[in-house]
Structures are given as structure tokens and as C-alpha cells.
T-cell receptor
Framework: EAQVTQNPRYLITVTGKKLTVTCSQN?????MSWYRQDPGLGLRQIYY???????DKGDVPEGYKVSRKEKRNFPLILESPSPNQTSLYFC??????????????FGEGSRLTVL | RKEVEQDPGPFNVPEGATVAFNCTYS??????FFWYRQDCRKEPKLLMS???SGNEDGRFTAQLNRASQYISLLIRDSKLSDSATYLC??????????FGTGTKLQVIP
């Protein structure tokens, strides 16, 4: 089954304790990206990657890091989480075809609370 | 001005009604347009892509107006199961993906 898998789905942590949210896709998609969703603000892009070892900042990259060492995986790293990073996080992937990209396939989301 | 703007609603409509949502975008370089559906705090799922010529999928019709920089979604014969938040998504080539904040639809029996 084609899917994007995120882990953990739910996490409560404390300020400053490093954490990683994993994302894996089995569709051989070139493009992967991370979003956070907050009430009234919608989904905002954190980072994206167009292929292995190619990553770039989205609209809200502060406080986050990513890596793309393998095509299927795109982990989101919070080196020193703060309460303002409490949010619902989504990972997504899509194909790249010429000048255009296909639909985004989303993981089920990771709800993170930083105390 | 937000890059992608939607009326947040909620739109409360009776079953069987026709409802239309609009979405405006500010970047004329935008290339790809989509409507996604999101159920309460679940992942967004593609409802339909939006093509320049307009496209229809069953009860759903999407249209793009590049000159005025807006896209629309029309839902005919609303069902209870259509209750959700509808997200307008705009892509600039490969990189930037911008979401509207969503329009909430509640279909009432």
C-alpha cells in the first residue's frame, strides 16, 4: 500500500529535549516536505527536499532541521524544542514531473506538545 | 495580504444544496492548483486538481481564473459526508507550497 508514515503520532516532551519525528514514504517520490498546522494559521511549510541531499527552507524553518540521506526518509529534528513548537505536524511527498509536481500525499500527522 | 486567501466560513448548508468556495492567490507565477479536503485534525487528502480549462468530478467542479487569480470549487447536491474543511493549495513550480487556511463546510440534515 502506497503511504507516508510518520512517527511518533503523539508526543509530549519538555523544553530543550531534542527530538526527531521520522517520515518515510514507499512511493519513490522525489519531493518531500514538512508542515505545521496551527489554529487560524493553516498549514505552513517548514522545510522541503527535492531529492537526496537537497533540502531548502520553507516559510517557518526557525527551530527545525531536516536531512535527506535516503530518498524514502525525511526526518524532522527539533534540537531544542520550545513551547511555541507545540503543533500538529504533517509530512508529505510527491512526484516531480518536468516543470510540474503531482499531488501531495500526507502522513497521518504527529501531534507534538512541548511543556 | 496573505498569499492564499479563503473565506474561513463556516458554511452551514442543508443536504442537497449547492455550495461554492473561492480562493484567491497573490503570486501570478503560481503554476499548480489543488483542492484538498481535511476532516477534523486528520491529514489533508486530495479532492481534485484544478486545470485551466476547468474540470469536473461527479458532484464537484473546479475552475481556475488566472486573470483574476482565483480558483473555485462548486459542490452540488451536498451530502452529510461532505462536511469537512476544504483547503486551497497553490504551488510555484517544485518548491513552494502554500495552503489557504481552509473553508469549513457543515452539511445539515
Amino acid at each position: 500500500e502506497a503511504q507516508v508514515t510518520q512517527n511518533p503520532r503523539y508526543l509530549i516532551t519538555v523544553t530543550g529535549k531534542k527530538l526527531t519525528v521520522t517520515c518515510s514514504q514507499n512511493m519513490n517520490h522525489e519531493y518531500m516536505s514538512w508542515y505545521r498546522q496551527d489554529p487560524g494559521l493553516g498549514l505552513r511549510q517548514i522545510y522541503y527536499s527535492m531529492n537526496v541531499e537537497v533540502t531548502d527552507k520553507g516559510d517557518v524553518p526557525e527551530g527545525y532541521k531536516v536531512s535527506r540521506k535516503e530518498k524514502r526518509n525525511f526526518p524532522l529534528i527539533l534540537e531544542s524544542p520550545s513551547p511555541n513548537q507545540t503543533s500538529l505536524y504533517f509530512c508529505a511527498s510527491s512526484l516531480i514531473r518536468g516543470r510540474f509536481t503531482g499531488e501531495l500525499f500526507f502522513g497521518e500527522g504527529s501531534r507534538l506538545t512541548v511543556l | 495580504r496573505k498569499e492564499v486567501e479563503q473565506d474561513p466560513g463556516p458554511f452551514n448548508v442543508p443536504e442537497g444544496a449547492t455550495v461554492a468556495f473561492n480562493c484567491t492567490y497573490s503570486n501570478s507565477a503560481s503554476q499548480s492548483f489543488f483542492w484538498y479536503r481535511q476532516d477534523c485534525r486528520k491529514e489533508p487528502k486530495l479532492l481534485m486538481s484544478v486545470y485551466s480549462s476547468g474540470n469536473e468530478d461527479g458532484r464537484f467542479t473546479a475552475q481556475l481564473n488566472r486573470a483574476s487569480q482565483y480558483i473555485s470549487l462548486l459542490i452540488r447536491d451536498s451530502k452529510l459526508s461532505d462536511s469537512a474543511t476544504y483547503l486551497c493549495v497553490v504551488r510555484e513550480g517544485y518548491q513552494k507550497v502554500t495552503f489557504g487556511t481552509g473553508t469549513k463546510l457543515q452539511v445539515i440534515p
